[in-house]
């Protein structure tokens, strides 16, 4: 993951006239409260659809404090994006590796490895609160961008992915490359459709289903995509090539 490197060198004029030394536990909160509602911004508008002058605005600071910690707009997003997604990450990383160590007789199943990467995340989203909501639309909305939202996911998430695969590869030795993306491709729209909470299946069920159901969602989505996998990467014989 790339390391960023946040605003310029000197503090603004405007902060030190406001008595905010940046390295005080006051600075801290005050670059927290920036991420906080640049999160809830970009999720609710989008990356162009909100001024850095309105976040600061909504976080109840001097917009020259925004520049200092962040540089730019895309500064400032990158820092949302990023402070999340080391979380998820780690939670991920762990638990397909504490997966592994201690599947059954040694052999990981496909079913294993799904949950193992999905489960710390709908977990955090079942219990993360408001804040991990604007988190989780924001990517669902950035893994839908074709301008920008590629290189996003890509910078951010690709590590763990390729964790992901590389232990999906050893539990279905026999799987093509290319059948293991694509599966992950799919499994990677389901869940970011679920983060959207769009209320599409609340309707669509007259209300017996909630997209907000975060609880739901882990119940199924582990094995409804460890079956895709398993039948895209081994039916091979059901499949045409393109």
Request: proline share 5%; aromatic share 10%; with cysteine.
């Amino acid at each position: 993951m790339a390391n960023l490197t946040l605003g310029p060198a000197k503090e603004p004029r405007s902060s030190r006239r406001l008595g905010r030394p940046p390295k005080s536990e006051r600075a801290e909160e005050t670059r927290e409260r920036i991420l906080d509602a640049g999160e809830e911004l970009f999720a609710r508008n989008g990356f162009h659809g909100v001024t850095v002058r309105q976040i600061t605005r909504a976080a109840g600071v001097d917009v020259a404090l925004a520049h200092y910690y962040f540089g730019t707009k895309r500064g400032l997003f990158d820092a949302v994006f990023l402070r999340r997604a080391e979380i998820l990450n780690k939670e991920r990383l762990a638990s397909i590796d504490r997966y592994e160590s201690s599947a059954p007789g040694g052999q990981p199943t496909v079913e294993g490895i799904i949950e193992a990467f999905l489960a710390p995340v709908l977990e955090i989203w079942a219990r993360g609160g408001p804040g991990w909501d604007h988190y989780f639309a924001l990517v669902a909305q950035v893994n839908n961008t074709p301008e920008w939202g590629g290189e996003t996911m890509a910078r951010y998430f690709d590590p763990v992915i390729q964790r992901l695969i590389a232990a999906l590869r050893k539990a279905m030795p026999s799987a093509r490359d290319e059948d293991l993306y694509w599966s992950y491709q799919f499994l990677s729209g389901a869940l970011t459709l679920a983060f959207a909470q769009t209320g599409r299946i609340d309707r669509l069920s007259g209300g017996l289903c909630r997209s907000t159901d975060a609880a739901a969602v882990l119940a199924r989505l582990p094995r409804f995509t460890a079956a895709g996998f398993r039948a895209v990467c081994e039916g091979r014989g059901l499949l045409k090539s393109a």
